[in-house]
């Protein structure tokens, strides 16, 4: 079984940034991709950013392309999702993902970001 954690987020005013991390432990050679996905109060999930665990491929929704970014090291088996140019709208709970080869999806316990003056 993979374990996830996720940390980083806080409250950020419009135009800011923030780092948010994802530690994996457990089953970490199962891993085939990661990803983030977030969910704002009254609305359903939506997918962010995704990246391959070994190639690197990258992923991302409309909304976030050219204002967020997604990395990993493989060293730490920690991915990363830096998001500059932050909205209001970005306000929701940030869930990372592990996709094994086998197709299991296991998610963390979020983390939140708000974003407001």
């Known amino acids: 079984q993979v374990q996830l954690v996720e940390s980083g987020g806080d409250l950020v005013q419009p135009g800011g940034s923030l780092r948010l991390s994802c530690a994996a432990s457990g089953g970490i050679d199962s891993i085939k991709t990661m990803g983030w996905f977030r969910q704002a109060p009254g609305k359903e999930r939506e997918f962010v950013a995704r990246?391959?665990?070994?190639?690197?491929?990258?992923i991302y929704a409309d909304s976030v392309k050219g204002r967020f970014a997604i990395s990993k090291d493989n060293a730490k088996n920690t991915v990363y999702l830096q998001m500059n140019s932050l909205k209001v709208d970005d306000t929701a709970v940030y869930y990372c993902d592990a996709r094994t080869l086998l197709s299991f999806v296991y998610w963390g316990k979020g983390t939140l970001v708000t974003v407001s003056s």
């Open positions: 990246i391959s665990w070994s190639g690197g491929d990258l």
